[in-house]
Every structure is written in C-alpha cells, then in structure tokens.
C-alpha cells in the first residue's frame, strides 16, 4: 500500500525508551517456558548425581551393585562410560573431571552418575553406593591451603608500576592491614538442569540453562569424542545466571548427553538446591593483605596488595577472576607506586567460578578499605580521602596495568550525588546523634565505583547475530547471547527496530541455539548488549544496504533518496509501507537475511608484562547509604541508599534501573547477610536457603532512590552510546559495608578502623563493638 505522506509518530520500542522485558507478562503469570518445562518425549529418563562425602581422600573402592539393582535404574555412568574425555575444564587444563576415579578433592564431587525412569528412583540409588575412602590432608581456604604448600590452580599475575617498596619506605604515614571477603551463593531461582535428547548418527541436541552454550557445545563434544557440529545447544531463557551459569553447566550438559546417547533416550539432569549448591562453584573468597602509604592530607602515594583466594580443587575461571581482582583493585583512585600480586590458592573445596563482577567486587573492597584506614587515621572524612585520591589530570590518570584512564567522570558523578543526597547534612546530624551515646549507633557512607568493560581474554570480545526479514515484513532475530532475565533480548530488538524504524513488536527473537550462531561468547562480563547489539545492528547495515541499492535501481533515483521512515520506506517522492516495500524486493530477489558480527576494537592485553589496554572503557556510579545498628546485637537496617549511575545513552532506562536495582541489593547480600560456611571435615553446611540467606524485600533500604546519569553519553563507538550495566553497579553495595564500618567507629569516637571482614553479620558487627569498646 503507497502511503500519500511520511508519517510523524515515532515507532513504538525503539531505543532510548521504556520499554518492560519482552517476558514480563509470562514471567508474572507462570507461563515463561523454562527448560524443566519442556516436554518430556515417551520414554525420557533421569539422571542424578552421586556426590562424595569426603573433602580429600583416595578411592579405595566404590561399589555400586545395590544402585544397578535398585528399583527403577536403567544403569550407571562412571568415568569408564565416557566415550571422549573425563574432563569439562573451561581452560583446557584437564583438571576438572566429570566423574572422580582415583581420588576425590572436594565434599560434593562428583564420582558417578544414576539413569533411572523416575528423577526420585534416581536420587534414591544413589544414596546405596558403598564407598570406602583413605582420608588425605585437606585444606579449605586460602591461609590453610599456603600453609600446607598446596600451590597454585593457575599461574598468579603481577601488577605493577612504578617504585612500591621505596615509596612506602619514603611515605609520612604506613598502614598495614587484612581483609577476609566471604564469597557468594549465585542463589539463581532456577538451578542447574540439562535436557538432552538424541539424534542419528553422532548427534544430539541438549537443552540447558547456560551462560555460554558454543562452551557447552564444545564441551559435551569433547566428552563425547565427536566433532562440535554434531552437538547442538538450544537456551530459551534462564530463571538467573549470575555468571553460575558460564562453566557450571558443562557438567551437567556432559553427563544427560553421554547417557542419552548411551541409551538412546531423552535425559534430564536436574539436582536438588542441597546438591547443586554443594557441587557448583561460588564466588571467590579472598584473604588481602595490604599496605598503603601516604602523606599528611591523606594523598596516596604507594599501595601494596597480596590477594589470596579460594579457588578450589581445579583452574575453572580462577585464573582471569584473580586477575581481574588486582585490575580492579584501584577502583577509582590513582596510586603513583603500586604492587599487586594474586595468589589463586588450590583449596580443597568445588572449585569456584565466574560470579557478578568477576573478581573485581573483591578487588573494589581493598580500595574502599584503604580510604576508610586513611581517614580514621589522618580524621578525616572518608569520602573527603576519597575526592583527594580520584584520578585526575597531570599523569594522575594511568592505571596499575598501564592503561590510561580517558574518560573520568567519576569526581562529577560523586559531587552530584552528594548534593541530591543532602550528604554533608545528613552525616553532620549522624555525627551529632552518636555523640550521645545510645544503643542505636547511625553510619553513613558514599563510596563510587569505576569499573572496566571488555572480557580481559581478547578473543571472548566478539559476537554474531542472524537477521531475516520475511516476505510480510515480519523480522526473525537471533544472536549469541542468552537471556537470564536482564532483558538481553529486549534490547537487541529495541537496536534493530530503532535501525530499520519498525515497531518493536514486527520482531521476534528466538532461543539462543549454537545451530543459528557459532562460536559465541558467554553472557557475561557486562557485554551482552555491548557485543550482540552491535552484531545485530552489522546485520541490519548489510541487509539494508541491498534494499536501498534494489530500490535506487528499481524507481531509477539516487541511493541518497531512499530513507526508512517509521514503519515505511520512502522512495523519492512516494512513501511506500514497510511490509509492502519487503514484498516488493523479495519478488526482485533481493537477499533478506545477514549474519552480522562484532569484534571490540583498540583492547589489548599482554599478562606476561602486566600491561595494556584490557578494557574498552569504564563505566561509573556511585551510592550513599545509611544504616542503624544495634550495639547490644549487631543487628542493623539500612535506612536509605541514594544511587546515581551511569549507563552512557541507555538503551531502555527502566531495565537498566532494574539492573542497578538488583545489583546493589545483590552486592549488599554478599557484604551483609550471605555467608558459606564449611566445616571441619569439608562438608558445605550452608546448603540451602534454610541455611543461607540473601536479602528479602525487608532488607531493602527503607528509602531507596536510584537514578541514571542521564547526561552521559559513552566517548567509546559502543551500540547507541551505551554502557554496560549488568555488573558495574553490583559494587554500590559497598557503601552499605562502609556505612556500618562508620556506625561500629563511633563507639571508639572514629579513632580507629574498625576493620570489618565481610560478610558484615550481625555477629561479626557486634564483635567489632566489643573489640573497639575495649
């Protein structure tokens, strides 16, 4: 249909609008499709694992005879079953057995694998293994595990720059301190679960709840001895990742595979949250021992770190999680002599992985502890120390790893904060409420963070997506990356509705499959939208250059003449609907469909020098929180938290206020309430959410007032101008740990630091009152 005139009303969903998540409606109402709600074909059965029940010992004998008898077993997988390899390690270091066979390394591991007709007779044989062990030493966090020289997981990294030792020698002020960080449940709403079905030949298809279905694909081939083509990995969406889902998955992705083509039936994997948190990594512990040096106003002048973690028994991702530790641990201030050393310790406990921010919360806490040392030191405001150590102008913009800090907008990013957030008032009156003495001591904190975007492993930095436009105008999208709820998808369609002027709703995004795109990155690292979105947006470019050379030739004007009007294509003088202008170009056959691709430009990164430009750009925020604590319990509430953050241009503000929602009150749980606990013998006591508590909706601040920056605009060429917002703002919580450091301080008049270890619980909180009471 000729349109007589170009329309005025804007398209409905492009970008830099508020749009909801295009699954929130089925999300509410119970009927997003999760894996575990897929239709079981006739005849599906269930695998369940058979964990060990010692931290460290050799395997004397494992006798399954009463499992393959039990009732409902159609068989048993051991590591002699595994047609390929015996080893899911993300890194290639043939560390990270499915099934243990000399010896087991940590509480949980996994040893071998029940296949019954019902999930229930499947977890019940595997209770009947008779297993007899020869206990070995074991070491289960980071000091231990240096006493006992149990070494490295992955070679540790350096980072360094300019002259530490002599300028800590040299400095008016020294301070040396320690800090435990507890690690962190990913606590994801769905677990972990694989679905795989057979196909002739050497195929299979699994559907999984994965980060990163190419690794997963690569993965179950490996196991399985076949090439990668053969093994095809779908994702519809997931109930939560959190960077759980990147590695974790491969386990168990292998095991419904090797059994289903074992058996030539559907099979599903999927543990109880009691087994699944005892045989899944976690968030990285760490035990830092720093140093800093400075003068009479606080100005740093040399910083020294040893970061120690709890890796596990195996490499999983400790290398480039300790790694980004020490790249982060910085965080917005400028150190002129610096020395940073991480120490990925072997722990015999399940090797942890990826977790929300990857090691840099860790590495942002040390930062933060050390401007809180330097102020009750020198009595000072901390965030006064905070102002005086932000990067800034005259050589005081380069990095621990070399790379130069260009756009640095943190200083304004705080000072407007501060402002809103009536800071200087509120603390002055929280200063003159504690000089009163009381139980109810108050503490206030504004803490920033600056956080750098790019995988630090340069070859993860790229992206592909699939593009096809139909006859009717309709729009079929598909790119590499999953959807775990943060509303990936919904973005990437606002981009290419936003690029081809349509309404939001003529596109419909598919499940993320390794059949459509290859080779994929994992969701993570902050660069869904970043990566798949420019993969789209390269799709669109190509499909719309054809479409404007077919109707230059076809109408015989000028290519310049061709525009794309909302919803319509207009034609030198004659605006043609958009559907209408699809039929007419296939009739012409022209090609209607692209794969697009992305690769991030400038970042570079040499580990053997510790040196280069590791991420693309920063991305910056900053919170202020209040808290109450009780000094006769420890317990406390968070009274307010005020978040400004910057998102660059966003490209739907109401999801990335979500996002930085979620993230702070996640931080916040990590620093406050979620604490693991082993104990002597190795066995992961908090093991469910009866044991292990996240934050609920009485945790929140009882003000809570989050806003975008909304004059932001990223420097960088990213989708839009966007930034990334998945984990940057995951370290606001802090200032909620800073904010009950600055309550505890009070009662010793803020002459000390009270020296927190996180998580912050009540009873490490009235602990830290006693000490300080003396």
């Excluded at 004397?60 to 002699?80: H, I, Q």
């Excluded at 109450?628 to 009274?639: A, P």
Aim: charged residues 25%.
């Amino acid at each position: 249909m000729n349109v007589q005139k170009p329309a005025n009303a804007p398209i409905k969903g492009g970008v830099n609008t508020d749009l909801r998540h295009d699954s929130a409606i089925k999300h509410v109402t119970g009927r997003a499709e999760y894996c575990d709600d897929i239709a079981e074909p006739i005849g599906t059965l269930h695998a369940y694992l058979g964990l060990s029940t010692k931290a460290h010992a050799l395997l004397r004998d494992v006798d399954l005879s009463a499992v393959r008898t039990a009732p409902g077993v159609v068989g048993v997988l051991t590591a002699e079953d595994i047609p390929g390899v015996n080893d899911v390690s993300p890194t290639g270091r043939d560390d990270e057995p499915i099934f243990a066979t000399e010896k087991v390394e940590f509480w949980g591991q996994p040893m071998f694998a029940v296949v019954a007709e019902t999930r229930d007779a499947a977890r019940r044989a595997t209770k009947l293994a008779k297993v007899t062990y020869e206990d070995l030493p074991h070491a289960l966090d980071p000091e231990a595990a240096q006493e006992a020289g149990m070494g490295y997981v992955t070679p540790p990294l350096t980072l360094k720059r300019g002259a530490a030792d002599s300028a800590m020698s040299n400095a008016a002020h020294r301070i040396k301190g320690k800090l435990r960080v507890g690690g962190q449940d990913h606590m994801y709403l769905e677990g972990h679960i694989a679905f795989a079905i057979p196909g002739e030949d050497d195929d299979v298809m699994v559907h999984s709840s994965t980060q990163h279905p190419s690794e997963a694909q690569h993965m179950v081939a490996h196991v399985l001895g076949v090439s990668s083509n053969a093994v095809t990995i779908n994702v519809r969406r997931m109930g939560g990742g959190f960077g759980g889902k990147e590695t974790q998955m491969n386990l168990f992705c292998s095991v419904a595979a090797v059994a289903a083509k074992k058996w030539n039936r559907a099979v599903k994997i999927r543990p109880d949250r009691d087994d699944d948190m005892s045989a899944t990594g976690k968030r990285h512990d760490f035990v830092i021992d720093y140093e800093v040096g400075f003068d009479d106003e606080g100005v740093i002048e040399a910083v020294t770190g040893e970061f120690a973690a709890r890796c596990g028994f195996s490499s999983d991702l400790s290398g480039p999680v300790t790694d980004r530790a020490l790249f982060h641990a910085d965080n917005a201030y400028y150190y002129p002599n610096v020395l940073l050393n991480s120490h990925p310790m072997k722990t015999n406990t399940v090797s942890n992985t990826a977790f929300r921010g990857f090691g840099g919360p860790q590495g942002v806490i040390v930062a933060e502890r050390i401007m809180e040392e330097i102020a009750y030191h020198r009595g000072l405001d901390s965030l006064e120390v905070r102002k005086r150590n932000f990067y800034g102008d005259n050589g005081r913009d380069v990095t621990p790893y070399h790379q130069t800090v260009e756009d640095n907008i943190a200083p304004r990013i705080c000072q407007e904060l501060e402002d809103s957030a009536d800071y200087r008032t509120r603390r002055q009156a929280i200063l003159d409420w504690n000089a009163k003495g009381g139980t109810i001591r108050k503490g206030i904190a504004l803490t920033p963070v600056k956080f750098g975007i790019s995988f630090t492993a340069t070859w993860y930095n790229q992206a592909g997506a699939l593009l096809h436009i139909y006859s009717d105008g309709s729009i079929h999208l598909n790119h590499g990356g999953t959807e775990m709820g943060q509303g990936l998808n919904t973005k990437i369609a606002q981009v290419v509705a936003d690029a081809l002027q349509v309404d939001f709703d003529t596109i419909k995004i598919t499940k993320t499959t390794t059949e459509k795109v290859p080779n994929t990155s994992a969701t993570a690292a902050s660069s869904g939208s970043d990566l798949n979105g420019m993969a789209a947006q390269d799709a669109v470019r190509q499909i719309k250059e054809r479409l404007v050379a077919f109707a230059a030739e076809h109408w015989k004007i000028d290519a310049n003449a061709v525009r794309f009007l909302p919803n319509a294509v207009q034609v030198g003088d004659e605006v043609i609907s958009f559907s209408d202008f699809i039929k007419q170009a296939y009739m012409a056959r022209v090609h209607l469909s692209a794969a697009g691709f992305y690769k991030t430009p400038k970042i570079h990164w040499n580990r053997d020098t510790g040196q280069g430009r590791p991420f693309y750009y920063y991305a910056y925020g900053a919170a202020c929180s209040e808290v109450s604590v009780d000094t006769l319990t420890g317990e406390y509430r968070v009274e307010r938290t005020d978040i400004l953050h910057d998102v660059g241009k966003s490209l739907n503000p109401i999801l990335d206020i979500g996002q930085v929602e979620g993230a702070f009150i996640q931080g916040m749980g990590w620093l406050t309430t979620e604490e693991l606990w082993w104990d002597a013998q190795g066995q992961l006591r908090t093991h469910a959410p009866s044991t292990y508590k996240i934050p609920l909706a009485s945790d929140r601040p009882r003000v809570f007032n989050t806003k975008l920056a909304t004059w932001s605009e990223n420097k960088e060429h990213t989708i839009k101008r966007s930034k990334a917002v998945g984990e940057p703002p995951f370290m606001l919580g802090i200032s909620v740990f800073e904010a009950l450091s600055h309550a505890v301080a009070s009662v010793a008049n803020y002459r000390e630091c009270p020296r927190l270890d996180a998580p912050a619980t009540p009873e490490r909180v009235l602990m830290a009152v006693e000490r300080l009471k003396g």
